[in-house]
């Protein structure tokens, strides 16, 4: 039986889920604009309709771009089954110290992920060690929620 509490904003653990769930949306969104952004300052447009001039051509190699497209892509892979999981870890009831500090470290770990692959590029491993905490994160919150289920 669902405890209505866990889904209340009486419950901390799930105040600071639905608050890092809002800001890794807001964050997806950035992305996409950044992306855009990108597209505009070097001209490149993937799309015939977008070309602002007869003198540009349809480009899809743009490193600057890809790279962009690339990390908002790892996003869309990341943080949308963080979403779920996420949510179901806090019907677990789980430890609130816990769970807020590994939501905490999802979103963190997934802003400076973009941080360091698209907008400031810093060497490897600043992207692997953002990308493995944020995954290590939502992995422990996925077998908890298996563990749970118990079936």
């Known amino acids: 039986m669902l405890n209505s509490e866990l889904i209340s904003f009486e419950n901390p653990v799930f105040r600071c889920y639905l608050g ?10 950035a992305a996409a604009i950044y992306s855009g952004l990108m597209r505009f300052f070097t001209s490149t447009f993937a799309n015939p309709e977008d070309l602002m ?59 400076v992920h973009t941080i360091v692959y698209a907008v400031v590029v810093v060497p490897q491993p600043s992207r692997a060690l953002a990308f493995f905490v944020a995954l290590g994160a939502t992995v422990y919150m996925a077998l908890q929620v298996i563990a749970a289920a118990a079936f």
């Not at 890092?20 to 969104?29: D, G, H, Q, T």
């Not at 962009?68 to 779920?84: C, G, Q, S």
């Not at 769970?99 to 999802?106: D, G, Q, Y």
């Open 20 to 29: 890092w769930s809002a800001v890794l949306v807001l964050k997806i969104f």
């Open 53 to 111: 001039s007869p003198k540009l051509k349809v480009k899809f190699d743009d490193p600057n771009v890809e790279r962009v497209r690339r990390a908002h892509r790892n996003d869309l892979e990341n943080i949308l089954p963080f979403f779920a999981i996420g949510l179901l870890y806090v019907l677990t009831n789980p430890s609130a110290w816990l769970a807020i500090n590994l939501f905490r470290a999802v979103g963190i770990a997934r802003i």
